[in-house]
């Protein structure tokens, strides 16, 4: 069975661009939540989409929004880029059944960097 | 939210068993200890969570005395491929049961031949 798989692997953008990542979850999960994991820091919480519903949100400015489709996937969308936003960008995925399960099925990534 | 201590880097050799002490002096009533292991340049992966007592599976087993303000991740004889970033986490419960990950900064262990 194929994993969480994120699009694209690597980017490149400059200041005050737009950039749009993509995440499809693993199937038959309909949870998923992004991170964000600066070099040499661990994931930081952003979001978390349930039945295309936001559930969770983390300390991050209103430029980063998300949205779940029907099928589950989900698309992170960051605007007007600053160069701190350069990072990897971690979906995980999980059934999203409720209970005291914590694990997550995290993707490879996205690598972007703002120059 | 409860905060979790970790040595930031540990070093350890082939065969020999390692063990990752974590604090988390605040952990509320509910919330779960997890552990994460991640390779560089992957997403983090799913080790290990328990509530209270000792937990054990095929890759490790963790530790979490009565007071639940620590856990202790025990790896048993570690190889080469164990060379990785280990975090401890507290899993908050969410609304409605979504429940969230706090990453810390981890623990770098090094694992020599």
């Known amino acids: 069975d194929a994993g969480v798989t994120q699009s694209p692997t690597h980017l490149i953008k400059t200041r005050g661009q737009h950039v749009t990542l993509r995440c499809s979850p693993i199937?038959?999960?309909?949870?998923v939540s992004w991170y964000q994991q600066v070099l040499g820091q661990g994931p930081q919480f952003i979001f978390q989409?349930?039945?295309?519903?936001?559930?969770g949100r983390g300390n991050f400015p209103d430029r980063f929004s998300a949205r779940q489709f029907p099928n589950y996937s989900s698309e992170l969308n960051v605007n007007a880029l600053l160069l701190g936003d350069s990072a990897l960008y971690l979906c995980?995925?999980?059934?999203?059944?409720?209970?005291?399960?914590?694990?997550?099925?995290f993707g490879p990534g996205t690598r972007l960097t703002v120059t | 939210l409860a905060k979790t201590t970790q040595p930031i880097s540990m070093d350890s050799y082939e065969g020999q068993e390692v063990n990752i002490t974590c604090s988390h002096n605040n952990i509320a009533t509910n919330d779960y200890i997890t552990w994460y292991q991640q390779f560089p340049s992957q997403g983090p992966r799913f080790i290990i969570q328990g509530y209270k007592t000792k937990v054990t599976n095929e890759v490790a087993s963790l530790f979490i005395p009565a007071d639940r303000k620590s856990s202790t991740l025990s790896l048993p004889r570690v190889s080469l491929s164990d060379t990785a970033v280990y975090y401890c986490?507290?899993?908050?419960?969410?609304?409605?049961?979504?429940?969230?990950?706090?990453f810390g900064a981890g623990t770098r262990l090094a694992v020599h031949p």
């Open positions: 995980a995925s999980s059934p999203g059944t409720s209970g005291d399960s914590y694990e997550q099925y």
């Open positions: 989409y349930y039945e295309k519903e936001e559930r």
């Open positions: 199937s038959g999960h309909k949870s």
């Open positions: 986490l507290v899993g908050v419960p969410g609304k409605g049961g979504y429940n969230k990950l706090i």
